[in-house]
């Protein structure tokens, strides 16, 4: 057995290699058949066919074998799919049904979310305000004494200012029309110089948000005698 593995392995090939350098690294000249395989890759390449030209015409033929004429525009096939309505009394016709009612009940339910939303909103404000209504009345009050000076009116400017970027609007002056809607006539009188129920005394001023009164102004009003 040592003989055969001798043997084997005295046949095993030796290690080759081949010089494929285009310059002599010992003349330093070009050889010649590196000259010949130059020659031979540009044939190659001047041989090389377009494959755009043969494909277009494989498509064309591709498509054609299919046995189904496809329009240039395709627009008509979607308008055709949108605008098909399944047939009465279908199960399709039931489910679209039953769609539509879903998608309306939703609809409905997200209109009496953001109603609630903004009432809620709306009334968390006015709690606010006429905890704030009776500070209010004793800072009109120091400005009418004009007792809200220095650092008390930057105060005072910041919490009016504040109130009304909520929407929350102070009203009631001397010369008003008297409107029983908004006004709360604490007193009256008659008064030649007035030809409708005028305001001529502000007790109290109003607070409103929109259209909502959070307190009626409480003024004197003058009447016109008759």
Do not use: C, W
């Not at 080759?16 to 003349?27: A, E, I």
């Amino acid at each position: 057995m040592t003989a055969e593995g001798n043997d084997q392995s005295s046949e095993e090939p030796g290690f080759t290699f081949s010089d494929k350098r285009r310059v002599d690294p010992d003349t330093g000249e070009v050889r010649p058949e590196a000259d010949a395989q130059s020659a031979s890759d540009g044939a190659e390449e001047e041989q090389i066919v377009d494959p755009g030209a043969g494909q277009a015409g494989t498509e064309s033929a591709d498509a054609s074998d299919l046995g189904v004429d496809i329009p240039a525009d395709a627009s008509s096939l979607e308008d055709a799919e949108q605008t098909e309505e399944p047939e009465p009394g279908s199960e399709a016709a039931a489910y679209l049904a039953d769609l539509k009612r879903i998608n309306a009940e939703y609809a409905a339910y997200r209109m009496r979310a953001d109603r609630e939303r903004e009432r809620a909103a709306l009334g968390g404000t006015i709690k606010v305000v006429e905890a704030l209504i009776p500070v209010l009345d004793e800072v009109k009050l120091a400005r009418e004494n004009g007792d809200v000076t220095g650092p008390f009116e930057t105060h005072v400017n910041k919490l009016v200012d504040s109130l009304a970027k909520l929407g929350v609007e102070q009203y009631g002056e001397v010369g008003d029309e008297f409107d029983p809607n908004i006004h709360e006539a604490l007193m009256q009188q008659p008064s030649d110089d007035v030809e409708n129920p005028t305001v001529f005394l502000v007790m109290q001023p109003g607070y409103r948000i929109g259209e909502r009164i959070i307190r009626a102004a409480r003024v004197g009003v003058q009447q016109p005698e008759d």
